[in-house]
């Protein structure tokens, strides 16, 4: 069956460092989304990718949807606290979902 | 402007004994979703509603069952609960396949 693999499963970074997480499908995927869950909340969507090649940005945040359709990224520039939380990717009409990547941020 | 609203928010449960979790959304949407998220860990999905009057298995259905009682409502039940079921359970809706979730604030379930 499909597999989601998100890497890092766990980033540290120094306020003002960059941030990427990665998503990578074992199989063609037909869409992506995007969603960050902070400290004891809910996930919340970020974005969704369709597209082949497809780059969208929201501030510093800088989404990508692989040539092949099998990755995605999602890169945080000049990270801030507000940034923490878990990050996880969800794939295809199924909604299967990754298993997060979660960053905390040193102030 | 409720959105997706979940009840109850923390339960405590003792082995084999049944509880209903509720989720109402009112934001007219077909589909509805109930997930698990275990420490640590991604949301895996228990079963969907991709439309009113349907229901179908996701990645863990086993020892849980659900009701779409009407297009707002959609119910996860467990007959006999068991200490592995202990986890954050969340619903989620969206207007059709290919939209965005939108998330309750869960419900935090221990089961002793």
């Known amino acids: 069956g499909q597999q989601v693999m998100q890497i890092p499963q766990y980033q540290h970074v120094q306020e003002g460092e960059d941030f990427t997480t990665y998503c990578n499908s074992s199989?063609?995927?037909?869409?992506i989304q995007w969603y960050k869950q902070r400290p004891g909340g809910h996930p919340v969507f970020l974005i969704q990718?369709?597209?082949?090649?497809e780059v969208k940005k929201q501030k510093r945040l800088t989404f990508q949807f692989g040539e092949a359709k099998k990755n995605s990224s999602l890169h945080i520039t000049a990270t801030q606290t507000t940034d923490v939380g878990t990050y996880f990717c969800?794939?295809?009409?199924?909604?299967?979902f990754g298993a997060g990547t979660r960053l905390t941020v040193k102030p | 402007n409720a959105g997706v609203t979940q009840t109850p928010k923390f339960q405590v449960l003792k082995t084999g004994q049944s509880m209903t979790l509720q989720c109402a959304q009112d934001?007219?949407?077909?589909?509805m979703y109930w997930y698990r998220q275990d420490p640590g860990m991604g949301l895996r999905l228990i079963y969907y509603?991709?439309?009113?009057?349907?229901?179908d298995k996701g990645e863990v259905p086993n020892g849980y069952n659900v009701s779409r009682l009407n297009k707002r409502e959609f119910s996860l039940r467990l007959e006999s609960a068991a200490p592995s079921q202990t986890s954050v359970y969340f619903c989620?809706?969206?207007?059709?396949?290919?939209?965005?979730?939108?998330f309750g604030d869960g419900t935090r379930l221990s089961i002793l």
């Open positions: 989620a809706s969206r207007l059709w396949g290919g939209q965005p979730q939108h």
């Open positions: 199989t063609t995927l037909s869409n």
């Open positions: 990718l369709v597209k082949s090649g």
């Open positions: 969800a794939v295809n009409n199924d909604m299967r």
């Open positions: 934001m007219n949407h077909n589909s």
């Open positions: 509603s991709a439309s009113e009057g349907t229901t």
